[in-house]
């Protein structure tokens, strides 16, 4: 018995809507299209690739089998390592770049609870030599005691220079087809002129971090969030819903200035420095530290009128500020250290008594957390320079 023709339209459609719930989830239909990009990346373990050094000394990387390989990758070594059993190899634009890890043999690094009871022991005057405060700015990068460190002209000038190519290339970007190869062509040199400033910013933490770590057994970060002073500003209506001016434009360079300057990833590179190192690298609240006075601790928004000048209204005590910033981070860290109720909340910050460590949701209990007990400790001595690891 055949169908009529309203079943059969009906089928129809009914095969139609299923094909299509089929395609939307990828079951079926043609491949989805993936972006062009010259990103890509491969994890090797041990059984497919090896290290050769050729007969023109230069040491190369194999990938692959012996009857199924790839060849050789020329790779410039920084330093000596051993033989790891995995590797990533990472392409983009155009270049490859080979990163591992491998165990060294050395022993694993102390806590930060530990520093800060190893620390808690030594004498103030012994503080006040090793311990250097690190205040981080706009106008000065870093300021580290009374040294300050800044990128040098050339690299500003890479920096300004690349800054121009990009608002130029990005015009240039929008006005071209999209899959065209001309359009492909100035994507490739877009991503250049981002990974110069990328690798200046980089080559700046390296170096600040570096600077730090030599010259201090005890840095101090003030805990700055920069994910929420680089927040785009909020717009502002009046009561008709008139949109009012909100200084967007000066919050949006002020962010980039902070985001170029690279705050974060010094903090970060001088962390791991300092363990690799022994040394200790805590971290203190930031509110105030650039209305206080570094001299007789009075703390008022008029002592800093301007960007580099500290007058305090008190006692007349005058400096530059990011200086008096750096002193007052160190003075607060010190005071922590030495005070029998501090402990550690987000991984190395440096917070006093049990009420301020109920403000973060990630604070642990004082068992947890390193924090000393003053009762167990009525009998304790003051322990010796040479018992510290630092």
């Not at 170096?207 to 805990?223: C, H, M, W, Y």
């Not at 301007?306 to 007349?316: E, I, K, L, P, Y």
């Not at 000393?372 to 320079?385: A, H, I």
Request: glycine share 6%; proline share 4%.
């Amino acid at each position: 018995m055949s169908e009529c023709p309203s079943q059969i339209i009906r089928n129809t459609a009914v095969n139609w809507y299923n094909t299509y719930r089929k395609f939307l989830k990828g079951v079926c239909g043609r491949p989805k299209r993936h972006p062009k990009t010259d990103r890509a990346s491969i994890y090797l373990t041990r059984e497919l690739f090896r290290f050769d050094r050729c007969a023109d000394g230069v040491t190369r990387l194999f990938i692959g089998t012996k009857t199924n390989n790839i060849g050789y990758l020329s790779i410039k070594n920084h330093a000596a390592y051993n033989l790891p059993d995995s590797l990533y190899i990472r392409k983009e634009r155009g270049q490859y770049f080979v990163s591992f890890s491998y165990e060294d043999g050395k022993p694993e690094a102390a806590s930060y609870a530990d520093d800060l009871a190893m620390l808690a022991g030594a004498e103030r005057a012994w503080l006040e030599e090793n311990t250097v405060g690190v205040d981080r700015g706009v106008a000065v990068p870093v300021q580290a005691g009374d040294l300050a460190l800044d990128y040098l002209s050339s690299q500003k000038n890479h920096t300004a220079r690349a800054g121009r190519y990009i608002k130029r290339l990005q015009r240039r970007l929008a006005r071209q087809q999209k899959g065209s190869n001309r359009r492909n062509r100035t994507r490739q040199r877009l991503s250049g002129y981002h990974a110069r400033r990328a690798n200046i910013r980089t080559d700046f933490a390296h170096q600040t971090s570096r600077t730090l770590v030599n010259g201090a057994r005890v840095i101090v970060f003030e805990a700055l969030k920069s994910q929420r002073m680089t927040r785009r500003a909020k717009p502002v209506q009046d009561e008709s819903g008139r949109y009012l001016p909100n200084q967007r434009k000066a919050k949006s360079g002020l962010n980039a200035a902070i985001l170029n300057i690279g705050w974060h990833r010094i903090e970060l590179f001088t962390k791991y420095k300092a363990k690799a190192e022994g040394k200790a690298c805590f971290r203190v609240p930031a509110p105030y530290t650039s209305q206080e006075c570094a001299a007789c601790g009075y703390t008022h928004p008029d002592n800093r009128r301007t960007q580099d000048a500290f007058v305090c209204v008190s006692c007349g005590h005058s400096d530059n500020a990011d200086r008096n910033a750096a002193h007052i981070i160190k003075k607060r860290a010190i005071e922590l250290i030495l005070h029998p109720g501090t402990g550690l909340i987000n991984d190395n910050e440096l917070v006093t008594g049990r009420g301020d460590q109920r403000k973060t949701s990630k604070a642990k209990s004082p068992a947890r957390n390193g924090q000393r007990n003053v009762k167990k400790e009525k009998g304790s001595t003051t322990l010796p320079l040479e018992a510290l690891s630092l």
